[in-house]
């Protein structure tokens, strides 16, 4: 699968990656990264249990697959 990447520094887009991002309360969240913003180092995550949002810093979550 290609993943866009950002043609100013090569590095590449996490949209339609699985990921661990934080939850509430300490607890560790799991969903699917359906923006990333490369330049601002932001993603919107949506929540693969509850439909949710999540909105954060890319360096938050971990990459499952």
Known sequence: MDFATDHHDGAASLRLRRVRYPGRSRES???VVI???LSRGMVTVLDTDD???WRGLADSIVVLV
Request: net charge negative; glycine share 22%.
């Open 51 to 53: 439909g949710t949002f």
């Open 29 to 31: 969240r799991a969903g």
């Open 35 to 37: 923006e990333h913003e």
